[in-house]
């Protein structure tokens, strides 16, 4: 039978690893009449970028999106839903993502990506769409992306921040080309996020397993009994127990009214011995007097 240290130590240890592998479930965010209110525009680069609704979508309503570079330049617009927030932490690590929309170009076309933002930071794979072709209405179809696509390095894992997803449009100015306009539609977005498998649960159940393995130990010799001292001030310690015994000092004990015996006083009832007292007087060398109790 395992030690009780040792049984505690590996209980944990297994419920550490099987704490990530909880129910979760596919997440799918879709929005296929795109209010203006639930839709946000972050920008990069130089140029200005605007999205609102109207009403020519496939069918219904869609968003309108121009992008306007500056001359020589280049612009992105990330395009938010304030509802597509995937926290990795609650709904679990991510394997991978699937996007699609639908797009209809009105003059020029954009280049196209999947986009989010996490922690602070926005983020764009290195693929995408160029929106170009045909009159009409069409679709990306669906791409597949992975963490290792998005060279800013996002973290999908279960101690990921929440994710906000959406969609990028990016267009250059061509000096030679002269000042387009570059206006597409947009409708029926689709991303999907699917169940972490267990595979993954079990890769963060690792993860979390090293982070707390990693963790300093404690130094055993900061946890040994302090064994007591006897300091140099203090009275000595009797090993045998309790204290030893000091010394009374007659001096510092005045309330013990113990006579003080010069070297010449005799107390009266001893007056019978002073010849004797006065023989030993003579024999011992002058000098101070050692006491000896026996």
């Known amino acids: 039978?395992?030690?009780?240290?040792?049984?505690?130590?590996?209980?944990?240890?297994?419920?550490?690893?099987?704490?990530?592998?909880?129910?979760?479930?596919d997440v799918t965010f879709t929005d296929g009449t795109f209010d203006d209110l639930d839709w946000s525009i972050t920008t990069s680069g130089l140029g200005l970028v605007t999205g609102s609704q109207v009403g020519s979508g496939n069918p219904g309503f869609a968003r309108r999106v121009v992008?306007?570079?500056?001359?020589?330049?280049?612009?992105?617009?990330?395009?938010?839903?304030?509802?597509?927030?995937?926290?990795?932490?609650?709904?679990?690590?991510?394997?991978?993502?699937?996007?699609?929309?639908?797009?209809e170009n009105q003059d020029t076309g954009h280049f196209l990506q999947l986009g989010f933002e996490q922690g602070g930071t926005l983020y764009r794979p290195t693929s995408g769409t160029v929106t170009t072709g045909a009159a009409g209405w069409a679709s990306t179809g669906t791409a597949t992306f992975l963490e290792s696509d998005f060279p800013a390095g996002p973290d999908f894992s279960a101690s990921g921040p929440p994710i906000t997803f959406g969609f990028v449009t990016a267009n250059s100015h061509d000096p030679a080309a002269g000042y387009i306009p570059n206006t597409v539609a947009y409708d029926n977005i689709e991303i999907f996020v699917p169940e972490p498998t267990l595979v993954v649960q079990l890769i963060a159940g690792a993860a979390l397993l090293a982070v707390v393995h990693r963790?300093?130990?404690?130094?055993?010799?900061?946890?040994?009994?302090?064994?007591?001292?006897?300091?140099?001030?203090?009275?000595?310690?009797?090993r045998r127990g309790g204290?030893?015994?000091?010394?009374?000092?007659?001096?510092?004990?005045?309330?013990?009214?113990?006579?003080?015996?010069?070297?010449?006083?005799?107390?009266?009832?001893?007056?019978?011995?002073?010849?004797?007292?006065?023989?030993?007087?003579r024999r011992r060398p002058p000098g101070p007097r050692v006491a000896t109790h026996r």
């Not at 570079?69 to 280049?74: A, K, N, T, Y």
């Not at 015994?245 to 005799?266: C, K, M, W, Y």
Request: glycine share 4%; with cysteine.
């Open 1 to 25: 039978m395992l030690p009780p240290t040792l049984l505690r130590h590996s209980l944990c240890t297994l419920l550490l690893a099987l704490a990530p592998i909880t129910a979760h479930a």
């Open 67 to 103: 992008n306007l570079p500056d001359v020589g330049e280049s612009v992105f617009g990330w395009h938010l839903h304030d509802g597509f927030v995937y926290d990795p932490a609650i709904d679990g690590a991510i394997e991978f993502v699937d996007f699609s929309i639908e797009y």
């Open 215 to 238: 963790r300093p130990r404690p130094d055993p010799r900061s946890q040994r009994p302090i064994r007591p001292r006897a300091d140099r001030k203090d009275r000595p310690v009797d």
């Open 243 to 281: 204290e030893r015994p000091v010394p009374t000092h007659l001096e510092s004990e005045p309330d013990l009214r113990v006579p003080n015996f010069g070297q010449g006083e005799i107390p009266y009832d001893q007056e019978d011995d002073r010849p004797r007292a006065e023989a030993r007087d």
